[in-house]
């Protein structure tokens, strides 16, 4: 069956621009996590959500980031005005509950110039 | 933000060899999990920890959760060259959020 799945696989930007990062979650699960994965570090949790609501947003670094879900599906995680420092790889995950196995997608590489 | 820590950082080892890597952490978890992770590639899990105490295999894995809920271990047996990647630890308290240590790459010589 199919994973989960990110778009863009890779994204290249200039410090200041708005980006969109989209996360298409194995069908069913009705739990949905992004992490943002900095280069010889594990991954850091971002935000979690629980259908349509964020369960927990509280690895948010600031006010520049924001996901969405709203159909309980396809999450965006947006990040305006990007700084040199947002470049990373963003990883989403999802599970069929809260408490179950988290499944990765292969992860969106951003790289702000 | 918060990590666990993760030992070795690194291991060149020799095919064939077993390995050993483990994590610590200052706070207690309920759940340890250990990932393994490809490069242009998200984690994948191998083994999930869930009792203070016990051990787990899969294959020629093997990890224990550590009994005072702070540390868990993660070893490899007879090492073949597929083995090689990072290797993950990260513990949990509640569903959702999962707390990661820095990683081990594991490189493997023929």
């Known amino acids: 069956g199919a994973g989960v799945s990110q778009t863009p696989s890779n994204k290249v930007t200039e410090k200041g621009k708005y980006v969109e990062l989209r996360c298409d979650p194995i069908?069913?699960?009705?739990?949905l996590y992004w992490y943002r994965q900095s280069l010889g570090q594990g991954p850091e949790f971002l935000i979690y959500?629980?259908?349509?609501?964020?369960?927990?947003d509280s690895g948010l670094p600031n006010d520049r980031f924001f996901a969405v879900r709203p159909e309980g599906s396809v999450s965006t995680l947006k990040i305006q005005r990007t700084e040199r420092g947002d470049s990373a790889v963003y990883l989403c995950?999802?599970?069929?509950?809260?408490?179950?196995?988290?499944?990765f997608g292969p992860g969106t590489r951003l790289l702000v110039l | 933000g918060q990590q666990l820590n993760q030992s070795p950082q690194s291991m060149f080892i020799q095919e064939g060899e077993d390995v050993s890597m483990n994590c610590t952490s200052s706070?207690?978890?309920?759940?340890w999990l250990w990932y393994k992770q490809d490069p242009g590639e998200g984690p994948v899990l191998l083994i999930a920890?869930?009792?203070?105490?016990e051990l787990t295999s899969n294959g020629r894995l093997t990890a224990q959760f550590g009994i005072t809920r702070k540390d868990s271990f993660l070893n490899i047996s007879a090492s073949i060259p597929s083995d090689v990647g990072i290797y993950f630890c990260?513990?949990?308290?509640?569903?959702?959020?999962?707390?990661f240590g820095q990683g081990t790459e594991l490189s493997v010589k023929p």
């Open positions: 959500f629980q259908g349509t609501g964020a369960a927990d």
């Open positions: 069908s069913g699960h009705t739990a």
């Open positions: 920890l869930y009792k203070a105490g």
């Open positions: 995950a999802s599970s069929l509950g809260g408490e179950e196995t988290q499944y």
């Open positions: 990260a513990g949990t308290n509640q569903g959702g959020k999962l707390i």
């Open positions: 706070s207690i978890f309920n759940t």
